[in-house]
């Protein structure tokens, strides 16, 4: 766990605080079966209790299996986070009463986790910062308790379909210093987390859960102060805001002379406030002893190294190899290397299109396709369509062939969107190859000099930028199907020779 001092403050108002934050984050490994069992891991909008037997059920006699493929993902997160791999680890039993806990205690880890150290990189309003970690942990998941009120009387309800769910917790430094930082934190986690393809890390549905260890202290000073968990944060949105508002919490309790209290804050999404829980645990609260049940682990180099030959390229080799390998701005490249399906479809439309088109495939990813893609939800994907990286590949070698226009191009994906038809296919059968011929051109921009003088006389008057409205009637004559820099060629010669 995340530890620090407690300091005694004599408190002046006027004080400028410096917050110190850090974060326990669990996350749900996507595995097939449960840590310990056979059963279904996948207990998402299923009947109550419905992937349950009698390991995670905690009947007694029953001896609990590990899942290999659970221990080489959390493996894989530490290497992809810089973690040491000891070669031994063992799991512990945690004993704590809580109703949601059935076996009255938790197989987890203690002093010999899979993963120690490391760190990750993050940027916040352009400035990089680097969150260190401690250690990263395997650890069976608990049961829910579902709270009801009928009116007459309050009461909880268990379910364990989640009881012996894989659960990785990753413990860092408390290197934070604002909500902002959290938040970037999560996101780069949760962004590494897929690409490994190891975990889903949905905060909504539970799988990334994150706990903020939160102190404040005068600016300045080294030692911290005494820390405050905050839980209940269900969104990247809510760690933010009930960081920053403990962050105030606490500097109003130092300023009016009182004293923090080393305690567990539920955060309330409705009022935005953190309200107390209970008085934090310490660790040995849990007595800790190893688990009787499960022998050590002990890793070898070989399998370490199978661990990581499995790994694919992480977004921030990949974001500076577009940038590189494409020409692309780093902001570009970031919005393309956001998740490993929208970098992967986006290579292969460059390769079906050929590398001189990166680019304008680049440009239609950035601009359209996403636009599309956001219309479907803020995590949607191009598999989740009928169009393929193909279609863009090919909308993108019609772009530069100047076949179509750009404002052809956007009618030809909406089709696309909702067809699956080929972009060269649209084109064909609607009639919206562009127009070439630039006698067809001028003869329209002729008839629109004449039927706009005021546009006309604004224009040899010096305002230059009655050209604008000038191509717009051009080209909405033409359908969108004329070049714009043609049509605006075209005007001009008109426009500065009089004709």
Known sequence: MTTQANVDYNVDYNVDYEAVIGLEVHIQLKTRSKMFCSCDREYFDTEPNSHVCAICLGMPGMLPVVNEQAVAYTIMAGLALGCDIPTHSKFDRKNYPYPDLVKGYQISQYDQPFCLGGKLDIEVDGEPRTVHLERIHLEEDTARLLHRDDGAEAYALIDVNRSGSPLMELVTQPDMHSGAEASAFLHKLRRTMRYLQIADADMEKGQLRCDANVSIRPRGQEALGTKVEVKNMNSFRSVQRAIEFEIERQAQVLAEGGRIVQETRGYVDATGVTVSQRSKEEANDYRYFPEPDIPPTVLDEATTQAIRARMPELPDARRARFESEYSLSPDEART???????????????????????????????GEVARHLNELGQEAELSETPVTPAHVAELA??????????????EVLAIAFETGEMPAAIVEARGLKAVSDE????????RMIEANPKAVEDYRSGKKSAIGFLVGQVMREAKGRADANTVSSLLRKRLDSGS
Request: overall charge negative; glycine content about 12%; hydrophobic content about 45%.
């Open 336 to 366: 393309l290397t956001d998740s490993r399906e929208r970098s992967e479809d986006f290579e292969a439309a460059v390769r079906a299109a050929g590398g001189g088109l990166a680019r304008p495939v680049a440009l239609l990813f950035i």
């Open 397 to 410: 070698g019609l772009l530069e062939r100047r076949e179509v226009t750009g404002t052809t191009a956007k």
């Open 439 to 446: 006698g067809a051109i001028d003869e329209i921009a002729a």
